[in-house]
């Protein structure tokens, strides 16, 4: 009888795709493919509406502290409690995610980050809040993101087969970037009609999105990784995996250091727009502005599985460095608004056509027993480098954010000559066991 049902469940399945896709030929490892997949969709379509929340929060209190304060100091106080926590904790987080029941603990990682933006809301409806308030449950919610934050990654890459995991990857980024466009957005408009606290509640509330994915989808919960030794052999088994494959750590290299370097532009757009553009953080051209580059950004990860489906990944790292090297020097330059408009699209497009490249790389690379760990390593590099230079380099944004941002472009030019595609290019995976 089981066999019956599953064949049967199998078949609509099969009935159900033919008649999304009208029995036309698609290509593997597109994101076409890639929705293909029922568990995908559904944990892919949670996330992405929790990513709106998610961004609509973290650009409204950089423009909201920096209302508040006028000091690119405090900017980067906030930025660091937000993603400076992805730094110290990632690591632990993949361990977990490799060890623990993933659905349990990720449901309980995205309910503390709910709790955490609806007592944020509450702080800010107050007529004098204090930056170190704002930062205290900053931090809380960065607290929980770090320690879910590998799961996620971890589980996705189990949702499709090998063969679509690049259009996989690519979506994943369009989602996050996409987000960026759709979040700031609705954000800025609540913020400059409402105030900041609805923005913080409507974030906790998309929360609820990524807990129904985690319900709904079907996935390991449990990869039943085998590490041995104790608990502190297995925090550091993810740095002895990196360490020990030469394509993992020269592409956690480049991570790691352009996010340090060459992406404070992230966490310093509200100063910019400020100081040298003559753009209010708390207005609409501001949210058009952040919008735009979210824009190009999601552009540049959905090209990856599509416009540059065919194409080795490994060789567009190299052309897209110099790409955002060049859009990140001219943004720097500018003086006004109109102009910065045009810029910031090429700026997001660049960027993360190289991320999702890299990404993708990285995810076709390593093996399933040993992804939340390398991942989480991924996830400290991408998140937790650009909290940490917001925390080290605040008061050289509030010196001159110009030289800060020229810098980064001298950098991307750097990593630009160091990304040759020959030693970007896969051969054999790492081994669990060799940790």
């Not at 990196?242 to 100063?271: E, G, H, Q, Y």
């Not at 720097?332 to 190289?354: D, E, N, Q, S």
Request: aromatic share 12%.
């Amino acid at each position: 009888m089981s066999d019956a049902r599953a064949a049967l469940d199998s078949e609509s399945e099969a009935v159900a795709e033919a008649f999304e896709d009208g029995d036309v030929a698609f290509e593997r490892g597109t994101a076409r493919a890639a929705l293909r997949h029922r568990n995908f969709r559904i944990f892919w379509g949670g996330l992405f509406a929790s990513n709106i929340g998610t961004w609509m929060q973290n650009i409204i209190v950089a423009a909201y502290v920096q209302t508040l304060t006028h000091d690119a100091r405090w900017v980067g106080v906030v930025s660091f409690a937000q993603l400076g926590p992805l730094l110290l904790l990632s690591n632990l987080s993949g361990m977990l995610a490799d060890t623990v029941d993933r659905r349990k603990y990720l449901i309980t990682m995205q309910c503390a980050q709910l709790v955490g933006s609806i007592v944020l809301a509450g702080v800010a409806l107050a007529k004098h809040p204090s930056p170190w308030t704002i930062f205290a449950c900053m931090l809380a919610i960065g607290v929980a993101n770090a320690l879910g934050g590998p799961g996620m990654s971890a589980i996705a890459p189990s949702l499709v087969p090998k063969e679509d995991l690049s259009g996989a990857v690519s979506l994943f980024s369009f989602q996050m970037n996409m987000s960026r466009v759709i979040g700031p957005i609705i954000g800025q408009v609540l913020f400059t009609q409402s105030g900041p606290a609805l923005v913080f509640f409507v974030n906790a509330l998309t929360y609820l999105f990524a807990v129904y994915s985690l319900v709904a989808a079907s996935y390991p919960r449990r990869v039943n990784a085998n590490v041995a030794g104790g608990v502190w052999n297995r925090f550091a088994s993810g740095f002895r995996l990196a360490w020990r494959d030469p394509l993992v750590r020269r592409v956690l290299f480049i991570l790691w250091t352009m996010s340090f370097i060459s992406l404070n532009f992230i966490s310093f757009m509200a100063t910019h727009a400020q100081v040298n553009l003559g753009i209010d953080p708390k207005s609409d051209p501001y949210g058009v502005l952040y919008g735009l580059f979210g824009l190009g950004a999601a552009a540049g990860a959905m090209s990856v599985g599509s416009v540059f489906a065919r194409r080795d990944k490994a060789a567009l790292v190299r052309p897209g460095l110099f790409a955002f090297a060049a859009s990140l020097a001219v943004f720097a330059l500018l003086r006004g608004p109109v102009a910065a408009y045009f810029v910031v699209i090429p700026l997001g497009y660049a960027y993360f056509v190289v991320v999702t490249s890299l990404s993708t790389v990285l995810q076709q690379h390593i093996s399933d027993d040993v992804r939340g760990r390398v991942m989480a390593l991924w996830i400290m590099g991408f998140g937790g480098s650009v909290g940490l230079a917001g925390l080290v380099l605040g008061p050289v944004a509030q010196w001159s954010v110009s030289n800060l941002l020229l810098v980064g472009a001298v950098w991307a030019v750097v990593l630009a000559l160091f990304s040759a595609t020959r030693r970007l290019q896969s051969e054999e995976a790492i081994d669990a066991h060799a940790a």
